[in-house]
């Protein structure tokens, strides 16, 4: 008797792990397609990073049969005055890309969730929200017909007295354009993200207050930002992630040779050096693969200080 009772349990998980394998092998299947793609075009491809090792001349063609040169374009990169200007540029744009795509949106979730109409601030966070869905192909032409010599902005100054200026042709104003411009297209993400976490405050907390005598500038100081200050460090150290990264679109879309000194980034740098002029894909290579390195490090160390600190996890 207890053996065929032992017999039936064993049978029953048989069934269940058959049954178990077999969903899985229809979510595997519907995977499968996205794990090729994946595999083919972004691991495959990492192995022309050996490019960055060699002499490389595109007119041969293929990885390898080139000259192996070491570490002779990394060393030669840094001879590059474009090269360290870039650098300073990446991390200047976007040091206060980080720090205002912080600020900006706090700004104005504190602001939205202090109006008392509802339908005005959800026209609000709608408009604000808005320049997010839209590429920089679009905002490029946008950008180039406000800060234009007969555009909006000249216009404006000109009814004050100011001269017109060529906004996006002069290094005095090009960097200034372009951080307005990547915090105005991104605060309307980070703005939902804290309204979310305003949201998640226990509203007893500002009956209390209010009950107290607490005026609504002191509410905020003490309950809303407090309660909300552990998403505002995690989004600034998530963001330190991306401190190399200096948005190629929206600066290939505007720039051009006049405000390299100003406007050229670590991407842009990239671009010109392995498909114009003499072609150097090698030496593109080689930057491409330190900007790597040093953003996995950056991305792994805000990562684990957020997880230490605010347990926050991907996986």
């Known amino acids: 008797m207890k053996k065929a009772v032992n017999d039936e349990r064993a049978s029953i998980k048989r069934r269940k792990k ?34 960055a090792f060699e002499d490389f001349n595109y007119a041969a063609g293929g990885f390898f049969g080139h000259e192996w040169v070491g570490l002779d374009n990394f060393i030669y990169v840094f001879s590059l005055k474009d090269f ?16 205002l795509g912080i600020v900006v949106p706090l700004i104005l979730a504190l602001l939205i969730n202090e ?8 026209f609000v966070q ?5 320049p997010f869905f839209l590429s920089w192909i679009i905002l490029g032409g946008i950008i180039n017909q406000v800060f234009s010599y007969n555009g909006i902005i000249n ?42 976490a305003i949201i998640g405050i226990d509203p007893s907390l500002y009956e209390a207050a209010e009950v ?21 460090v995690l989004l600034s150290t998530l963001a330190l992630g991306g401190l190399l ?13 006049l405000v390299y000194e100003t406007g050229d980034i670590i991407d842009t740098f990239i671009y010109r050096i392995s498909f114009f002029g003499n072609m150097q894909m090698d030496v593109g290579a080689a930057v491409g693969l330190m900007k790597s390195l040093i953003s996995i490090a950056l991305i792994g160390g805000t990562y684990f200080f957020a997880y230490k600190k605010f347990g926050y996890r991907i996986f």
């Open 18 to 51: 058959l049954d178990f394998l077999k969903n899985q092998l229809v979510w595997w299947g519907m995977l499968l397609p996205g794990l090729l793609i994946t595999i083919i075009f972004k691991y495959g491809s990492m192995f022309g990073v050996v490019i």
């Open 84 to 99: 360290s200007n870039s650098i300073v540029n990446t991390l200047i744009m976007q040091a206060w890309k980080i720090v």
């Open 115 to 122: 109006v008392g109409k509802k339908w005005f601030a959800k």
């Open 126 to 130: 709608t408009t604000f929200f808005l």
């Open 155 to 196: 216009a404006i100054g000109s009814l004050f007295g100011a001269e017109k200026a060529l906004f996006l042709i002069d290094n005095r104003y090009f960097r200034t354009i372009m951080i307005i411009t990547d915090v105005w297209k991104g605060m309307g993400y980070n703005m939902v993200i804290f309204l979310a």
């Open 212 to 232: 107290d005598g607490a005026s609504r500038i002191r509410r905020v100081i003490h309950i809303t930002l407090p309660g909300i200050a552990p998403m505002v």
């Open 245 to 257: 990264n200096g948005n190629f679109d929206q600066i290939y879309i505007l720039y051009n040779p």
